[in-house]
């Protein structure tokens, strides 16, 4: 049995995802027709041109710019693998018994 304001909700809900996705398909399309036209000379991030970043330098030449790149890498993988760590601990936590009541009754 629904109330009323569930329901309005749940409706406003489906009306904004169908209007979202709109917006999304309409700018993808925008993006096609703005796209520049194919050759050598195209502009567009396809033709940019990257620096060789093993010639760049930093912290007065003590590192590379590739090793530097790889450094942040490895920090981000460090970074999921802590975020995993404690999102395991965390839902591994004993609940509450009128938490757990709750959880079900929204669920």
């Known amino acids: 049995m629904r109330t009323w304001l569930a329901t309005v909700a749940f409706l406003t809900r489906r009306?904004?995802?169908?209007?979202?996705?709109?917006?999304?398909?309409?700018?993808?399309?925008?993006?096609?027709?703005?796209a520049q036209s194919s050759g050598e000379a195209a502009g567009g991030e396809a033709a940019l041109k990257l620096p060789d970043l093993t010639q760049v330098s930093f912290f007065n030449g003590a590192i590379d710019g590739h090793?530097?790149?790889?450094?942040?890498?490895?920090?981000?993988?460090?970074?999921?693998?802590?975020?995993?760590?404690?999102?395991?601990?965390?839902?591994?936590?004993?609940?509450?018994?009128?938490?757990?009541?709750?959880?079900?009754?929204?669920?």
């Open 15 to 34: 009306v904004a995802m169908k209007i979202s996705a709109a917006a999304a398909l309409l700018t993808v399309g925008t993006a096609a027709a703005f």
């Open 67 to 107: 090793k530097l790149l790889l450094i942040g890498i490895l920090f981000c993988l460090f970074g999921l693998g802590f975020g995993m760590a404690i999102y395991m601990r965390l839902k591994n936590l004993p609940v509450h018994r009128s938490m757990r009541e709750i959880s079900e009754l929204i669920y």
